[in-house]
């Protein structure tokens, strides 16, 4: 039997309350499937070690995280600690340090959750971000000096490589080449931008030639809003920069009925290192401990992980288990729903075990 080493990263706030959730619909796929197990390793890196310890993961952190297959994540932040400290300290760490350059953000409407878009309904909006997780506007170049002067300054340095934009755009190509429509959107903003943008239009030009079975486009950063708003249907793959896609795929989240059904991947394509599995939503302390979390961001995010794992048959289960319980209406709050996290887990792992009486729903990964 093959066996999973997985590094299970819960976080602050509502992380916890998910990822354990998360790691029970994992075992239960695993045990229904027979073929795989998770080895699963827990990790108390976040806010609350920052507190006793001064920093968020230990200095050989990245060292021990290399020998697993995967890192399932929860979230990161809490009122107690400046945002950019913990962002820094933890999540950026991680996927700069292993070098998962693409981040993966299917959207999908979910049955039963409703889109604020009117008329918008299920197959209407199916999407995936790929955004470029390694430089660009979060490279970390810039500083700060003359601190409480009148002519205290500040920059932000926004870094673009050949090598880092060739390879999110071949990235970005080949997944829009895998799906079943071919086509990509470019998101840019080199009118404004006449420097690393301009580079990244060129590079796109040029890798555009190498998939010529894909139809692709470019946008600037701004009508791009409009459009996903305006015109769902027509859009299918997305690249943009490290900036322009946090922001994009916020609003996807958003158009796609709630930040609770987002998932994540940051993917080391070449799989030198193990790739991050993570809900896009942040620790949302407003509702920690009220036992109402959305836990479907993060069974999407396992279903990731599993095909990234090579699982896919047990990817499509949890996934059609998820659906399935989505159109049956079992929900929490965010979405409309009166469930529980608890309820909508049980359901799912009902789902999995085969004793559902719910109504069946199509699957699919997303990716
Ligand atoms: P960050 O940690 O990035 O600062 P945040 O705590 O501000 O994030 P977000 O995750 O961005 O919160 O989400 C905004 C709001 O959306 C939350 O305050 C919460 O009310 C709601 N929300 C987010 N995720 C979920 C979820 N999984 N289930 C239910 N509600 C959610």
């Keep these: 039997m093959k066996v999973y080493k997985v590094a299970s990263i819960p976080g602050d706030g509502i992380g916890p309350e998910v990822v354990s959730?998360?790691?029970?619909?994992?075992?239960?796929?695993?045990?229904?499937?027979?073929?795989?197990r998770l080895e699963v390793t827990g990790f108390d890196w976040g806010s609350d070690r920052y507190g006793r310890e001064g920093s968020l993961m230990p200095e050989d952190g990245l060292d021990r995280l290399k020998s697993f297959d995967a890192i399932l994540f929860g979230s990161v932040g809490s009122p107690a600690v400046p945002d950019h400290?913990?962002?820094?300290?933890?999540?950026?760490?991680?996927?700069?340090g292993l070098d998962q350059y693409a981040n993966v953000r299917p959207t999908r409407i979910l049955p039963g959750i409703k889109s604020p878009l009117e008329g918008v309904g299920q197959g209407d909006l199916d999407w995936v971000i790929v955004r470029e997780n390694s430089e660009?506007?979060?490279?970390?170049?810039?500083?700060?000096?003359?601190?409480?002067?009148?002519?205290?300054?500040?920059?932000?340095?926004?870094?673009?490589?050949?090598?880092?934009?060739?390879?999110?755009?071949?990235?970005?190509?080949?997944?829009?080449?895998?799906?079943?429509?071919?086509?990509?959107?470019?998101?840019?903003?080199?009118?404004?931008?006449?420097?690393?943008?301009?580079?990244?239009?060129?590079?796109?030009?040029?890798?555009?030639?190498?998939?010529?079975?894909?139809?692709?486009?470019?946008?600037?950063?701004?009508?791009?809003t409009v459009r996903m708003v305006r015109?769902?249907?027509?859009?299918?793959?997305?690249?943009?920069?490290?900036?322009?896609?946090?922001?994009?795929?916020?609003?996807?989240?958003?158009?796609?009925?709630?930040?609770?059904?987002?998932?994540?991947?940051?993917?080391?394509?070449?799989r030198r290192n193990p790739s991050m599995f993570e809900p896009i939503h942040g620790s949302a302390f407003d509702i920690v401990g009220t036992g109402t979390a959305n836990p479907v961001a993060t069974f999407w995010c396992a279903a990731q992980m599993l095909e990234h794992l090579g699982e896919a048959g047990a990817a499509a289960r949890l996934m059609e288990a998820v659906e399935g319980v989505c159109a049956a209406g079992i929900a929490t709050p965010d979405v409309g729903g009166g469930s529980s996290t608890r309820e909508v887990t049980e359901a799912v792992l009902d789902w999995i075990g085969g004793s559902n009486i719910l109504p069946t729903a199509v699957g699919g990964v997303g990716r």
């Design 85 to 96: 400290v913990t962002l820094w300290g933890l999540r950026l760490k991680i996927c700069q």
């Design 231 to 270: 015109d769902p249907r027509a859009l299918d793959t997305i690249v943009a920069t490290n900036l322009h896609a946090d922001i994009l795929s916020d609003l996807a989240g958003a158009l796609a009925g709630s930040l609770g059904v987002a998932p994540t991947a940051n993917v080391d394509p070449e």
């Design 21 to 36: 959730e998360g790691l029970r619909v994992l075992e239960a796929v695993a045990r229904r499937d027979g073929g795989f």
């Design 136 to 224: 660009g506007e979060y490279s970390g170049h810039g500083g700060r000096s003359h601190r409480g002067m009148p002519g205290e300054v500040g920059t932000e340095v926004s870094i673009f490589t050949r090598m880092g934009v060739e390879r999110i755009m071949r990235f970005a190509f080949a997944l829009a080449r895998s799906r079943p429509r071919r086509r990509l959107t470019v998101v840019t903003k080199s009118n404004a931008q006449r420097f690393g943008m301009v580079m990244w239009d060129g590079i796109a030009d040029e890798v555009a030639r190498e998939f010529p079975d894909v139809e692709w486009d470019r946008t600037l950063v701004d009508a791009m």
